[in-house]
């Protein structure tokens, strides 16, 4: 599962992907033209409160993968290889430019986060009209030897699918049954992803929530979480030495937590994927695991074994934990639930998995 990084030119995505991965691209790897990849710790405060808690030999944080894609330019546009690129990605992280700066040119000549928007979300859904129009076509003609009743059931759902795009709609609102999932489920719709917008400002603008109120309010219906963040800020911030020095320039900043956290949070709720915690005096760890997983699944995520001799999982929701803080308390309260195989493990539970093998 991982996150892509797009954006017009002078954005700031190669800023954020630094600060995210903690790593500088190479030149090679920048002269490549080529997906850049990095392995970003999710920042959860839960995780944090566990292990201070517990004081573990090991902290393991969850882990997602990110790529930053080459810029959006209109050559790259045209010449279509970014989506191909895109099209490889679980979600979307596009960066837009909301600071003003005169020593950094902006590609369309002025800075205006809602055209910028606009114009990459027209270009996505172009790209999947294109798909439609090439993939119907290339139905015409080998449709003589191809079953007669498929054919039909995927040219009405294209001819569908073209209708919503043409309204300027992306397709992740568009309701289909399952059997409509899965007739489209190798095609390269973009537009299916789910799309983050992080709006880089400047550092004048960190308590201005109106702009970010505004695009919120503008793009509530397309199913597009937007947050704010400033990668200058940011990358001063991971140059602090210790906590009460980042904790300090936050105070002073008026800011509870680097916005490089909250991205990454909202990173794990774009990828569709809830966290849960294993606990211990040896090692405090968070996982991933898509949503709506069973509990034999997401043992699965910890060790094979642990989904094959499932019995039972023992649960203590974070909830309850940080009331009590303890779990001996949580079992006091009469909070330990005992839960089997057709549990859906929620975001946040901490599970002590029983199983034979």
């Given at each position: 599962?991982?996150?892509?990084?797009?954006?017009?030119?002078?954005?700031?995505?190669?800023?954020?992907?630094?600060?995210?991965?903690?790593?500088?691209?190479?030149?090679?790897?920048?002269?490549?033209?080529?997906?850049?990849?990095?392995i970003?710790e999710?920042?959860?405060?839960?995780?944090?409160?566990?292990?201070?808690?517990?004081?573990?030999?090991?902290?393991?944080?969850?882990?997602?993968e990110?790529?930053?894609?080459?810029?959006?330019?209109?050559?790259?546009?045209?010449?279509?290889?970014?989506?191909?690129?895109?099209?490889?990605?679980?979600?979307?992280?596009?960066?837009?430019?909301?600071?003003?700066?005169?020593?950094?040119?902006?590609?369309?000549?002025?800075?205006?986060?809602?055209?910028?928007i606009?114009?990459?979300?027209?270009?996505?859904?172009?790209?999947?009209?294109?798909?439609?129009?090439?993939?119907?076509?290339?139905?015409?003609?080998?449709?003589?030897?191809?079953k007669?009743?498929?054919?039909?059931?995927?040219?009405?759902?294209?001819?569908?699918?073209?209708?919503?795009?043409?309204?300027?709609?992306?397709?992740?609102?568009?309701?289909l049954?399952?059997?409509?999932?899965?007739?489209?489920?190798?095609?390269p719709?973009?537009?299916?992803?789910?799309?983050?917008?992080?709006?880089?400002?400047?550092?004048?603008?960190?308590?201005n929530?109106?702009?970010?109120?505004?695009?919120?309010?503008?793009?509530?219906?397309?199913?597009?979480?937007?947050?704010?963040?400033?990668?200058?800020?940011?990358?001063?911030?991971?140059?602090?030495?210790?906590?009460?020095?980042?904790?300090?320039?936050?105070?002073?900043?008026?800011?509870?937590?680097?916005?490089?956290?909250?991205?990454?949070?909202?990173?794990?709720?774009?990828?569709?994927?809830?966290?849960?915690?294993?606990?211990?005096?040896?090692?405090?760890?968070?996982?991933?695991?898509?949503?709506?997983s069973?509990?034999?699944v997401?043992?699965?995520?910890?060790?094979?074994?642990?989904?094959?001799g499932?019995?039972?999982?023992?649960?203590?929701?974070?909830?309850?934990?940080?009331?009590?803080?303890?779990?001996?308390?949580?079992?006091?309260?009469?909070?330990?639930?005992?839960?089997?195989?057709?549990?859906?493990?929620?975001?946040?539970?901490?599970?002590?998995?029983r199983f034979?093998?």
């Amino acid at each position: 599962m991982k996150i892509g990084i797009i954006g017009l030119p002078q954005t700031g995505k190669k800023t954020l992907f630094e600060i995210l991965a903690n790593r500088k691209p190479t030149e090679n790897e920048i002269a490549s033209k080529k997906p850049i990849k990095g392995i970003v710790e999710v920042r959860d405060p839960r995780f944090d409160m566990l292990a201070k808690t517990y004081k573990p030999k090991k902290e393991v944080r969850a882990r997602i993968e990110i790529e930053i894609l080459p810029k959006l330019e209109k050559d790259t546009l045209v010449e279509g290889d970014v989506f191909t690129d895109i099209n490889e990605l679980d979600a979307i992280c596009h960066v837009v430019r909301a600071f003003k700066e005169e020593s950094i040119y902006h590609a369309e000549g002025s800075v205006d986060p809602k055209r910028d928007i606009d114009l990459v979300n027209a270009e996505l859904i172009l790209h999947d009209l294109v798909f439609i129009e090439k993939r119907m076509e290339n139905i015409e003609k080998k449709e003589k030897w191809l079953k007669k009743e498929s054919v039909e059931k995927e040219q009405l759902l294209l001819v569908k699918l073209k209708a919503y795009l043409e309204k300027e709609l992306p397709l992740r609102l568009m309701a289909l049954t399952a059997d409509e999932i899965k007739m489209i489920s190798s095609y390269p719709f973009i537009t299916r992803k789910t799309l983050i917008i992080a709006l880089n400002i400047s550092e004048e603008d960190l308590k201005n929530t109106a702009l970010i109120e505004q695009l919120k309010r503008d793009y509530q219906a397309a199913a597009i979480d937007i947050m704010q963040i400033s990668a200058r800020v940011e990358s001063e911030i991971i140059k602090l030495e210790s906590d009460e020095e980042r904790q300090q320039f936050l105070k002073e900043l008026g800011i509870k937590e680097p916005a490089t956290d909250a991205l990454s949070r909202l990173c794990i709720k774009a990828l569709n994927l809830i966290s849960f915690f294993t606990v211990g005096q040896d090692e405090v760890r968070q996982w991933t695991t898509r949503f709506g997983s069973t509990a034999p699944v997401a043992a699965g995520v910890i060790h094979t074994d642990l989904q094959k001799g499932f019995i039972r999982a023992e649960v203590i929701k974070y909830s309850d934990f940080a009331i009590y803080g303890s779990e001996a308390k949580v079992k006091e309260a009469g909070n330990l639930y005992v839960k089997g195989k057709d549990y859906i493990v929620e975001d946040g539970d901490m599970l002590d998995i029983r199983f034979s093998v």
